[in-house]
């Protein structure tokens, strides 16, 4: 348990099973400038996407137990897929504020364009799961517009093969081209992996379609959190260790190197 006089100067934990949630970290890092961070990337168990809700209920659970043994006061859980298999169990073992994160169907549907579908790409997991059939349950209204796109194996291919590949390409192709484009108003980017892909969704599906994700508003989330449980930073403090700690999940130098690349892109775009 944290110190509560001294709690708003401890990280912020952040997780994903891999490269995904460092576009949510570079997100936070934009918008809460005085606060630091711990990111680990379980890239030792990746992709979760494709395994049962208790395996990964079992690595988020984890993954979240390193991160507190850091002295985080806040925990994102910054992967769509640990989010559905595992918040309630979180929240429930934690005692920190623990945040999690949902394929941004509302806004999809709220600000979409009527009548033209919406396709949510995620990983099987995730869409398989009950919270997401929740969040549909809230839309049945709308149910004729929603495309369910499970995408086995592509967030593995975003950190192999890397944005603007041609695996990725084909990939995409190979996912909306049975599609009726014409149809197609939006996609909702329902795995944090694919928020490096918006580019390239544009290149196969055109410019006009509205891409959402839920990254700026699960950062909001946080602030809000943060705020209501008086955690904010309230000062700027300075890190000479710098304001990410990343927290390898193997002894591997490479995926640090590969998590960092990541950010460089998420921050600058290069
Ligand atoms: N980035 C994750 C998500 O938001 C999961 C990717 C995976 O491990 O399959 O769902």
Same mark, same amino acid.
């Given at each position: 348990?944290?110190?509560?006089? &001294?709690?708003?100067?401890?990280?912020?934990?952040?997780?994903? /099973?891999?490269?995904?949630?460092?576009?949510?970290?570079?997100?936070?890092?934009?918008?809460?400038?005085?606060?630091?961070?711990?990111?680990?990337?379980?890239?030792?168990? #990746?992709?979760?996407?494709?395994? /049962?809700?208790? @395996?990964?209920?079992?690595?988020?659970?984890?993954?979240?137990?390193?991160?507190? $043994?850091? $002295?985080?006061?806040?925990?994102?859980?910054?992967?769509? &897929?640990? &989010? +559905?298999?595992?918040? @309630?169990?979180? !929240?429930?073992?934690? *005692?920190?504020?623990?945040?999690?994160? @949902?394929?941004?169907?509302?806004?999809?549907?709220?600000?979409?364009?009527?009548?033209?579908?919406?396709?949510?790409?995620? %990983?099987? #997991?995730?869409?398989?799961?009950?919270?997401?059939?929740?969040?549909?349950?809230?839309?049945?209204?709308? !149910?004729?517009?929603?495309?369910?796109? *499970?995408?086995?194996?592509?967030?593995?291919?975003?950190?192999?093969?890397?944005?603007? +590949?041609?695996?990725?390409? +084909?990939?995409?192709?190979?996912?909306?081209?049975?599609?009726?484009?014409?149809?197609?108003?939006?996609?909702?980017?329902?795995? %944090?992996?694919?928020?490096?892909?918006?580019?390239?969704?544009?290149?196969?599906? $055109?410019?006009?379609?509205?891409?959402?994700?839920?990254?700026?508003? &699960?950062?909001?989330?946080?602030?809000?959190?943060?705020?209501?449980?008086?955690?904010?930073?309230? @000062?700027?403090? /300075?890190?000479?260790?710098?304001?990410?700690?990343?927290?390898? +999940?193997?002894?591997?130098?490479?995926?640090?190197?590969?998590?960092?690349?990541?950010?460089?892109?998420?921050?600058?775009?290069?």
């Amino acid at each position: 348990m944290l110190d509560k006089d &001294t709690a708003w100067q401890a990280p912020i934990g952040v997780l994903d /099973s891999g490269v995904g949630g460092i576009g949510v970290l570079a997100e936070a890092l934009a918008r809460l400038p005085r606060e630091r961070f711990c990111f680990l990337g379980d890239l030792a168990h #990746a992709p979760y996407g494709g395994r /049962s809700r208790q @395996e990964i209920a079992a690595l988020a659970g984890n993954a979240a137990q390193r991160l507190a $043994g850091q $002295g985080i006061k806040a925990l994102v859980v910054a992967c769509n &897929t640990a &989010t +559905s298999a595992a918040i @309630e169990e979180l !929240r429930e073992r934690f *005692p920190f504020p623990v945040i999690g994160m @949902e394929p941004a169907l509302k806004p999809a549907i709220e600000h979409g364009q009527p009548r033209r579908k919406i396709v949510v790409m995620a %990983t099987p #997991a995730t869409l398989r799961l009950d919270k997401f059939q929740r969040l549909l349950d809230r839309y049945a209204d709308c !149910r004729e517009q929603v495309l369910e796109a *499970p995408c086995p194996g592509l967030s593995l291919m975003v950190e192999r093969e890397g944005p603007g +590949s041609p695996a990725v390409r +084909s990939y995409l192709h190979e996912l909306f081209d049975p599609m009726d484009r014409e149809e197609i108003g939006a996609v909702v980017l329902g795995c %944090t992996h694919y928020t490096f892909l918006k580019a390239d969704i544009r290149a196969v599906l $055109g410019e006009q379609v509205a891409l959402y994700d839920g990254n700026a508003g &699960t950062i909001r989330q946080l602030e809000r959190q943060l705020a209501a449980a008086d955690l904010l930073a309230r @000062e700027p403090l /300075s890190f000479p260790e710098g304001r990410v700690r990343i927290l390898p +999940s193997r002894e591997n130098a490479q995926d640090e190197a590969l998590l960092r690349r990541f950010l460089d892109l998420a921050r600058t775009g290069t």
